[in-house]
């Protein structure tokens, strides 16, 4: 009687077992699919600019210039997926020594701070289809500031405008937002 005890307990759990093992091996092979689209948001800016061409006139007269420059946040494409961002400028000069003698007139130093990388910063986050205000709405050319031996030599004089943008979610301030964008892990 104790050897039929014995094989009966050993033939349960040996069902368990082959039944433990029948219901894992489901578990491990059951599978099931699921797609999650994902998109990321995407700011498109530009620079935009009001610059008449301008009449020659000698760097020595001090010649005055009407230009206005500004950039636009104008983001297509699908909704939710279009962001705020912050946008930065800089200002280069094709003639060094003329660069030194422009002087930009109505520079807008309540919208934008000019920071020690060279960079104006517009302190706000900029909407799609927002624009900022004019960084400046003109320029001159103080001659008193340029080397006389070079005044010969210029001919033509062009600004180079440049203009970045980082989204502004997730950062409380334009300097954070850029800060972060420089120092990325």
Known sequence: MKKRRKAVIWLAVLTVAVLGIGGT???LTSFD?????????SNTTGIEEEFPDPSPTPVENNPEFTKKVWVS???????????ECYV???????DH????????RNLDQTNWVFREDGYYYYRYPLKEGESTPPLFTGFYIDSSRIDKTYLNHI??????IYEESVQSAGFSDYLSAWRYYQNQI
């Open 33 to 41: 699919r699921k797609e999650n689209v994902a998109a990321a948001g």
């Open 97 to 104: 020594d003329i660069g030194k003698a422009v002087v930009l």
């Open 155 to 160: 001919s033509e004089f062009r600004i180079q």
């Open 73 to 83: 946040n104008t983001s297509p494409g699908e909704e939710g997926f279009n962001v």
């Open 25 to 27: 091996a489901a578990y």
């Open 88 to 94: 930065r400028l800089s200002l280069g000069y094709s």
